[in-house]
């Protein structure tokens, strides 16, 4: 039995400054913000412009979360980077960002779990410290998903936003940090949302059209029917295995796809508004950065007190999905 705790010692995030409104996109597509607003809750996306490598976002978080960890890059032993949207398939995005911020000592690599990886980066970099292997991990979720959106198509490019966020995970008095975590695959509906990288079948060609077969495609309603039903069980299971009940959880941070699956599974959940978090209608979905990119604004607004209890919770590509049950202790 350890007689410490695994918790998030610093934060940072990082948005481009070029943003997208609902408004530019009317021009682009035939769309409204009326119902952009109306169907998901987004006003606005963050994107990269294109001479940008999309790292250069996750190592600039990463500098705010080493900082605010009050840490320096050369303590950190290992680098996670959640990402479905990497520069090169080699170097990994985890080494790309351990040369651009000087992690000498530091191991790297990356996790593809979507959306959720950024909870799935947690859950393992929280293994590694428990036992003693490594003292300071940093983890990124670093997403460009503009670099793989069909501009032409209303049904996806008024959803998506480019983003990272991070933060460092270290050894915390025994009484804080993350107490649970639950972690869910389901590899049968992975065909309701899928971005083709070295191998391309007929289906793909078929679903996206000619010269556009590396774009991201989803089935929405399947994959809303999914995510309203995973997130909600996700945040139960890590409260039963907690020993607690929803109503001793301070706050909730859901991954950021849409208003209406945040309500609808915070109305299953029998959960009140103040307690979510929501930036959507700021940074559209930004896959795995949405939980952590919420975290550092959450944190650095100062919502998050000592000793609240804390679930981050999210859903994706694979299909994925996992939750996460912390006391907060920085
Ligand atoms: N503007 C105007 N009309 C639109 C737009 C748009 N941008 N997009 C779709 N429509 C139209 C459709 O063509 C359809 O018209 P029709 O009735 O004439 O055919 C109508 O609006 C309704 O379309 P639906 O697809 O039924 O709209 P819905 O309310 O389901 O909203 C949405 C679509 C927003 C995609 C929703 O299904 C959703 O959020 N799904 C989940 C998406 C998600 O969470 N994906 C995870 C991605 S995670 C990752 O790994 C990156």
């Known amino acids: 039995m350890v007689d410490f ?49 999309s790292y250069m976002m996750g190592a600039e978080a990463a500098r705010l979360a080493i900082e605010d960890a009050s840490l320096t890059p050369m303590d950190i032993d290992l680098i996670i980077v959640s990402t479905e949207t990497p520069d090169y398939l080699t170097p990994s995005m985890s080494c790309l960002i351990q040369k651009d911020i000087n992690a000498e000592n530091a191991a ?17 970099a929280r293994q590694f410290i428990q036992t003693g292997y490594y003292n300071h991990i940093l983890i990124v979720a ?13 049904n996806t490019c008024v959803l998506f936003g480019d983003a990272a ?10 009484e804080y940090g993350i107490r649970e975590s639950y972690l869910a695959s389901f590899g049968n509906l992975g065909h309701n949302l899928t971005i083709p990288c070295c191998y391309i079948s007929e289906e793909d060609r078929q679903k996206r059209g000619a010269g556009k077969e590396r774009v991201i495609w989803q089935d929405g309603s399947e994959v809303f029917t999914f995510a309203v039903r995973s997130m909600a069980e996700c945040v139960k299971t890590v409260v039963e295995k907690a020993n607690i ?24 959940l029998g959960v009140e508004d103040d307690k979510i978090s929501v930036i959507l209608q700021e940074t559209g979905n930004i896959s795995s950065a949405s939980v952590p990119v919420a975290l550092d604004m ?7 007190k000592k000793g609240d209890t804390v679930v981050l919770v999210a859903f994706g590509g694979g299909l994925t999905c996992g939750s996460i049950l912390l006391t907060w202790g920085k």
């Open 108 to 124: 790297a690599f990356d996790v593809n779990a979507a959306c959720t990886g950024f909870v799935y980066a947690l859950t393992i």
């Open 245 to 268: 009940t929803i109503e001793d959880v301070d706050l909730i941070i859901p991954h950021q796809a849409n208003l209406r699956i945040i309500n609808g599974a915070a109305k299953r």
């Open 298 to 304: 959450e944190n650095k607004k100062g919502r998050l």
């Open 5 to 53: 705790g695994v918790g998030i010692l610093g934060t940072g995030k990082y948005l481009p400054d070029k943003i997208l409104t609902n408004g530019d996109l009317e021009k682009m597509v035939d769309t409204s913000d009326e119902w952009i607003v109306r169907r998901t809750g987004m006003k606005k996306r963050h994107l990269l412009d294109d001479n940008t490598p």
């Open 142 to 154: 670093n997403e460009g998903l503009s670099r793989i959106v069909d501009w032409e198509s209303r």
């Open 165 to 174: 966020g991070a933060v460092v995970l270290g050894k915390v008095d025994k």
